[in-house]
Structure formats: structure tokens, C-alpha cells
Antibody, heavy 121, light 111 residues
Framework: EVQLVESGGGLVQPGRSLRLSCAASGFTFDDYAMHWVRQAPGKGLEWVSGISWNSGSIGYADSVKGRFTISRDNAKNSLYLQMNSLRAEDTALYYCAKDWRHYVTTNFDYWGQGTLVTVSS | QSALTQPASVSGSPGQSITISCTGTSSDVGSYNLVSWYQQHPGKAPKLMIYEGSKRPSGVSNRFSGSKSGNTASLTISGLQAEDEADYYC???????????FGGGTKLTVL
């Protein structure tokens, strides 16, 4: 059974940093691209970042470019999102999602339950 | 990267058909046959319903279908059922090697 379990969310002050993690199991992690998708309270989905199977291809939404860094450790079956210079508008539920190809597509076939990030003073 | 444009809400009665549009540009929807559709029930993670514009993943009802014309993609749900009531999001590849963009979402109400 595929499982994606996010962690690392919480309350953080504007300008500070936070690192999210996603522990994957039930599939061959290094065969697939992975993504972070967020959803602000009561709002729609927003793609944040994606990374190919070997980290050779990485992309970011304009809203987080230069502040967030996605990475993965295939030996640990884990995906990460380093979030720096956090802003109030980064407040959201952050989902980890599995792509069904080794390169980035728009087909996310499994999702975690999300970890909530709240940016507030 | 601009969000794709979807109607905020649509509604229909059980048994009817509805269509949700998703309008992008020639840089995203119009250039690639890489539009996906997701269903999200309240408090739940999204579920992939359509990929590559018109294909259904295994296990998704054939009442769900997708199409594209120019810069606009569409999701049609036929034979509406109460459990179809949810939010629906389109998603498109948007150029370069890794750009992905979602629509703003459409709330489907089954009357």
C-alpha cells in the first residue's frame, strides 16, 4: 500500500524557516518524480514544486522561487521542502504527492494527508 | 504562471450531465495534451480523475470524461450522483521542464 506521510509543519513567525518532510513507502521511491502542492485555508490547490526521480529536473512556482528548495533522499525514501523567508501568504496545508512517471507530469496518483504550516507573528 | 480559469460553481440534478471548463493560454493548455482533473471532497486529499486530457485512471467511473479544444479543457460528468458533489480542479503543464499550474477550482453541487 502506497503511503505518503508529511511532517514538519507548525506555527512559525514571518521571515523564519521551516523544513517539511515526506516519508514514502509501498512503492519504489526512486522510480518516480515527487511534488509539493499546497492549499491555503478555504482556497484552491497550488503547485509548489516538483522534482524528478534523480533530482536532475526541479521546478518551482513563481510564488516560492528563490525562497523554497525541494530535495529528495532516495536512500531514505524521503522528500523534503526547505522553506525560508516565510510569509503570511505561505500559510497552507502542504501535500506531498507522487507522480506516476519518473519525470515531472501533471499526474499525481497518490497524495499524503498534508501538514499544516501557519505563518503568523 | 497564472492559474487556469474555472467557473466557481456548477450544479446539476441527479442523472443529469454537467461540464466544467478550464481555460488557459497557448502557453499551457493550448500547447500540451497534459491536462489532468482532480476531485476533492471536503477534508480529503485530491484524487486523480482524468489525465492527458481524456484518459481515465483505473477505477475511475466512465461517467467522467475529458476533452480539449484550443486553450480550453473540459470535464464532463454524466449521470450525476450525490457522491460526485465535490471540488474539481484542472491542472496543466505550463512549459519549461517542470512548470505545473492548477485551476482555481469549481464546486459541484448535486441538487
Amino acid at each position: 500500500e502506497v503511503q505518503l506521510v508529511e511532517s514538519g509543519g507548525g506555527l512559525v513567525q514571518p521571515g523564519r524557516s521551516l523544513r517539511l518532510s515526506c516519508a514514502a513507502s509501498g512503492f519504489t521511491f526512486d522510480d518516480y518524480a515527487m511534488h509539493w502542492v499546497r492549499q491555503a485555508p478555504g482556497k484552491g490547490l497550488e503547485w509548489v514544486s516538483g522534482i524528478s526521480w534523480n533530482s536532475g529536473s526541479i521546478g518551482y512556482a513563481d510564488s516560492v522561487k528563490g525562497r523554497f528548495t525541494i530535495s529528495r533522499d532516495n536512500a531514505k525514501n524521503s522528500l523534503y521542502l526547505q522553506m525560508n523567508s516565510l510569509r503570511a501568504e505561505d500559510t497552507a496545508l502542504y501535500y506531498c504527492a507522487k507522480d506516476w512517471r519518473h519525470y515531472v507530469t501533471t499526474n499525481f496518483d497518490y497524495w499524503g494527508q498534508g501538514t499544516l504550516v501557519t505563518v503568523s507573528s | 504562471q497564472s492559474a487556469l480559469t474555472q467557473p466557481a460553481s456548477v450544479s446539476g440534478s441527479p442523472g443529469q450531465s454537467i461540464t466544467i471548463s478550464c481555460t488557459g493560454t497557448s502557453s499551457d493548455v493550448g500547447s500540451y495534451n497534459l491536462v489532468s482533473w482532480y476531485q476533492q471532497h471536503p477534508g480529503k486529499a485530491p484524487k486523480l480523475m482524468i489525465y492527458e486530457g481524456s484518459k481515465r485512471p483505473s477505477g475511475v467511473s466512465n461517467r467522467f470524461s475529458g476533452s480539449k479544444s484550443g486553450n480550453t479543457a473540459s470535464l464532463t460528468i454524466s449521470g450525476l450522483q450525490a457522491e460526485d458533489e465535490a471540488d474539481y480542479y484542472c491542472c496543466s503543464y505550463a512549459g519549461s521542464s517542470t512548470d505545473v499550474v492548477f485551476g482555481g477550482g469549481t464546486k459541484l453541487t448535486v441538487l
